[in-house]
């Protein structure tokens, strides 16, 4: 019904920069909340940051003042702009989002496969 695609990760050095997307498409009458989550090695998903349809933004402690999330509602799209990467970064990071389908008219949640960031020191 609704698939998310992510791209934009990869290996970077610590006080590099990414920046990661994710486009949702299908069966779409709106989105909703979007938001980025991460699960470091051994360790559980953990939310990064969220945006609402109304741009409203939260961020995790350890992100705020260097990742910024953004959305396209024209595209479906949210992004998420991750600068002064740290080694305790690197995580495969999901994209979230919180769909009304066009038909039923409902919200559903639904989660992309995952994009692996890796930070090196």
């Known amino acids: 019904q609704v698939q998310l695609v992510e791209s934009g990760g990869g290996l970077v050095q610590a006080g590099g920069s990414l920046r990661l997307s994710c486009a949702a498409s299908?069966?779409?009458?709106?989105?909703?909340?979007m938001a980025w989550y991460r699960r470091a090695p051994g360790k559980q998903r953990d939310l990064v940051a969220a945006?609402?349809?109304?741009?409203?933004?939260n961020y995790a402690d350890s992100v705020k003042g260097r990742f910024t999330i953004s959305r396209d509602n024209a595209k479906n799209t949210v992004y998420l702009q991750m600068n002064s990467l740290k080694p305790e970064d690197t995580a495969v990071y999901y994209c979230?989002?919180?769909?009304?389908?066009?038909?039923?008219?409902?919200?559903?949640?639904?989660w992309g496969q995952g994009t692996q960031v890796t930070v090196s020191s």
């Open positions: 299908g069966n779409i009458f709106s989105i909703n909340a």
């Open positions: 979230n989002a919180k769909v009304v389908l066009t038909t039923p008219r409902l919200e559903y949640t639904y």
């Open positions: 945006i609402t349809s109304g741009d409203s933004t």
